[in-house]
T-cell receptor, first 114, second 114 residues
Framework: QKEVEQDPGPLSVPEGAIVSLNCTYSNSAFQYFMWYRQYSRKGPELLMYTYSSGNKEDGRFTAQVDKSSKYISLFIRDSQPSDSATYLCAMSAESGGGADGLTFGKGTHLIIQP | ETGVTQTPRHLVMGMTNKKSLKCEQHLGHNAMYWYKQSAKKPLELMFVYNFKEQTENNSVPSRFSPECPNSSHLFLHLHTLQPEDSALYLC?????????????FGQGTRLTVV
């Protein structure tokens, strides 16, 4: 069983829709959860960073963590064509990755249709 | 601009060549990481340096040799690579173990081994 499962997509939605991206994981030691956005030919850009369970909102983005279900989500409201990218979930047992670094999902390729 | 700069952005090398990738961070962080990103696979952690000391070598072949002369600079020396080593190599930095901060990535070096 892979440590982090993420549907690679592609996920195609119309502009203005609410997007839901998800990851599941198996390691109960994970406490720090991140979402990165990666445009083609670019490095990953940090979007959201959360610790333990709960919700965090930043503009159009909301991150949710449910540690009891080992399930994390990223919601994008009022999606824009500029949101088209690959979204990577990442997690670690230590802040910043620590000695073990971050464990990533494969990434979900998101397409927002104008 | 994330404060993590990688050079070169693109590199094509033969299997008998020796080359080096460079990473520099301007964030005052103490931990630096090398990750490998291959198509359809999650980012794979290669090496971790914390306060210039290597704390993780994730079963990486010896044809990859890291060097961390100080907390701001990280190198990845390459020699006798194989075509399957072609990938995007990403450098990241964070404040350090247990310091409560996220990891930031550079734009990556796109490596092609011919």
């Amino acid at each position: 069983q892979k440590e982090v499962e993420q549907d690679p997509g592609p996920l195609s939605v119309p502009e203005g829709a609410i997007v839901s991206l998800n990851c599941t994981y198996s390691n109960s030691a994970f406490q720090y959860f991140m979402w990165y956005r990666q445009y083609s030919r670019k490095g990953p850009e940090l979007l959201m960073y959360t610790y333990s369970s709960g919700n965090k909102e930043d503009g159009r983005f909301t991150a949710q963590v449910d540690k009891s279900s080992k399930y994390i989500s990223l919601f994008i409201r009022d999606s824009q064509p500029s949101d088209s990218a690959t979204y990577l979930c990442a997690m670690s047992a230590e802040s910043g990755g620590g000695a073990d670094g971050l464990t990533f999902g494969k990434g979900t390729h998101l397409i927002i249709q104008p | 601009e994330t404060g993590v700069t990688q050079t070169p952005r693109h590199l094509v090398m033969g299997m008998t060549n020796k080359k080096s990738l460079k990473c520099e961070q301007h964030l005052g962080h103490n931990a630096m990481y090398w990750y490998k990103q291959s198509a359809k696979k999650p980012l794979e952690l290669m090496f971790v340096y914390n306060f210039k000391e290597q704390t993780e070598n994730n079963s990486v072949p010896s044809r990859f040799s890291p060097e961390c002369p100080n907390s701001s600079h990280l190198f990845l020396h390459l020699h006798t690579l194989q075509p399957e080593d072609s990938a995007l190599y990403l450098c990241a930095s964070s404040r350090g173990q247990g310091s409560g901060t996220e990891a930031f990535f550079g734009q990556g070096t796109r490596l092609t081994v011919v």
